[in-house]
């Protein structure tokens, strides 16, 4: 029963980050000039600090699942 809620959840998330790329893409080829007018305020700092930080957490939860199938602690 929790293969299938996991495989259920995957397929909810996948649905709603297509969804989401997709209004991206319909926005931004709709009217480019939008996204030029906005680009300066950019912060690719602040940007790739919290991509780190997500990805050290990814890295921790997959650490922790695998100690946790083989019972360590």
């Known amino acids: 029963m929790a293969a299938v809620g996991t495989i259920v959840w995957l397929a ?4 709603f980050f297509a969804g ?3 209004m991206y893409f319909t926005i931004r ?4 000039d ?3 007018a906005r680009t300066d305020r950019l912060n690719v700092t ?4 919290n991509t780190l930080v997500l990805g050290l957490s990814a ?3 997959h650490i922790g699942g695998l100690r946790a199938a083989r ?3």
């Open 29 to 32: 080829s709709g009217s480019p």
């Open 34 to 36: 939008l996204w030029s």
């Open 20 to 22: 989401l790329l997709a």
């Open 71 to 73: 019972g360590q602690h």
């Open 46 to 49: 602040r940007g790739a600090a």
């Open 59 to 61: 890295v921790w939860c």
């Open 12 to 15: 909810s998330e996948l649905m």
